[in-house]
């Protein structure tokens, strides 16, 4: 099994830079896949080979794009058969509906979540009506916070503490400097409470399978995969599209989602993996009006 670990947190809390920090510092074979690949700086001593999606670093670790589908991605990557996979999640983005994914996906189990938070910054992004929601969902179910740029908080790092304390008891506190975080700090055995929840939840996940022979509409199906429901954590399957001849594979994970033309005249079927709050009756009404 790959371990796989998620790093979120808001945008500008420093996650790039800590991706780079472990990058440059690795004493592990692991992989990285990061949503905005131009950004990762890697030392050119470090780089043994690179194009427009991947690097390949000297010292064995890989780092690359997730691109718009991102069960392709981290099925790419397994296949180089890193320790570790670490995943860069967008500074908008739910961190634990990623992560879980990994309790979904062949060959991966996860790691503890880890939220980074601008300790500076944090009291005033969660006070702001337009993104504080966003913010304190994040942390919501942190295993590790990383408290960044500590240096620039002065008297706002007590309230910067408490805040989390308030959001996330239960999370391990790290308070850091310019990213220096070791990989080890990160990668610790996931916390009691969510082992015993795995455990006393055999399978904590709904399946539900959508049959249907008639095409979508392109712009409706792309509408409704952008507007679905935090329940639902992974579909792939195939379908007709348009008038397009032929069937096209599809693939949705973690709000990406990818069209492939298929020849392998599969079933046209979709299923779809969420959480015991997945309403199949919504979804039944949502994919049935996106058919043309």
């Known amino acids: 099994m790959i371990r796989l670990l998620v ?3 808001f945008l500008g809390a420093g ?10 510092r690795a004493e592990r074979r692991f992989a990285v896949l990061v949503n905005d690949f ?19 670093l000297a010292n064995g670790c890989v780092c690359c794009s997730i691109g718009d589908d991102f ?25 634990w509906r990623i992560a879980q994914l990994a309790l979904v996906e062949p060959g991966y189990e996860l790691g503890p979540l ?5 300790a500076a910054d944090l009291p005033r992004l969660l006070a702001d009506p337009a993104i504080g929601d966003v913010v304190r969902g994040q942390l919501a179910y942190a295993d590790i916070v990383v408290l960044t740029k500590t240096d620039l908080a002065g008297e706002r790092l007590v309230q910067t503490r408490e805040v989390v304390r308030t959001i996330r008891p239960q999370a391990h506190v790290i308070e850091a400097r310019h990213g220096e975080v070791g990989l080890a700090e990160l990668d610790f055995a996931v916390p009691h409470e969510r082992a015993r929840f795995l455990a006393t939840a055999a399978h904590p996940f709904r ?15 792309r509408a409704l995969l952008g507007a679905l429901p935090a329940s639902v954590l992974r579909i ?23 069209f492939t033309r298929s020849g392998a005249g599969a079933e046209r079927a979709l299923v779809v993996i969420g959480t015991q709050a997945l309403d199949p009756a919504y979804l039944a009404a949502d994919f049935a009006a996106a058919l043309r």
């Open 114 to 118: 880890v939220v980074l938070a601008d």
């Open 38 to 56: 131009g950004s990762v700086a890697v030392d050119a001593a470090l780089l043994a080979a690179a194009d427009a999606s991947s690097m390949t």
């Open 207 to 221: 399946t539900w399978t959508w049959r249907d022979p008639r095409p979508f509409d392109r712009g409706a199906l």
């Open 15 to 24: 996650k790039t830079t800590l991706i780079n920090r472990l990058l440059a």
């Open 7 to 9: 790093v979120g947190g």
């Open 71 to 95: 069960g392709l991605a981290l099925e790419r990557v397994a296949a180089g058969g890193p320790e570790l996979v670490v995943v860069e999640a967008s500074g908008v983005s739910d961190p």
């Open 236 to 258: 792939k399957g195939f379908c007709g599209l348009d008038e397009e001849a032929g069937d096209f594979l599809l693939q949705y994970a973690a709000e990406r989602w990818s």
